[in-house]
């Protein structure tokens, strides 16, 4: 079973900085794409940064210059720094990848399959 394990949610004050953590767990043969989604009260969940298949990033344009998605190859891990943070960032965010995964004891030559997966998510909570 593979999961995404996210952490550094909490409550903020306005103008404040955060940085979130995505770690991945399980039989992983390789992670095509991974980033960070939020879906605020009453909004839908939307696009906040993302490593693509071909390694370049993509961010919602409306976060370009107070968020940057970084990683940790050896990890697996990605993280969201976040900077300047305003009320209206207050949201669930979650992590989100497609994964190449293995169901045997030993590491393949291919994946087994591929899933996307979301973590559980990480409140973040920017007091006015």
């Known amino acids: 079973q593979v999961q995404l394990v996210e952490s550094g949610g909490g409550l903020v004050q306005a103008g404040e900085s955060r940085r979130l953590s995505c770690t991945p767990s399980?039989?992983?043969?390789?992670?095509?794409?991974m980033g960070w989604y939020r879906q605020a009260p009453g909004k839908q969940r939307e696009l906040v940064a993302e490593?693509?298949?071909?390694?370049?990033?993509n961010y919602a344009d409306s976060l370009k210059g107070r968020f940057t998605i970084s990683r940790d190859n050896a990890k697996n891990s990605v993280y969201l720094q976040m900077n300047s943070l305003k009320p209206e960032d207050t949201a669930v965010y979650y992590c989100?990848?497609?994964?190449?995964?293995?169901?045997?004891?030993?590491?393949?030559?291919?994946?087994?399959?591929?899933?996307?997966?979301w973590g559980q998510g990480t409140l973040v909570t920017v007091s006015s």
């Open positions: 989100n990848a497609d994964i190449g995964y293995y169901s045997g004891s030993y590491y393949p030559l291919e994946p087994t399959g591929y899933l996307e997966v």
């Open positions: 490593f693509t298949s071909s390694g370049s990033t």
């Open positions: 399980g039989r992983i043969f390789s992670i095509n794409r």
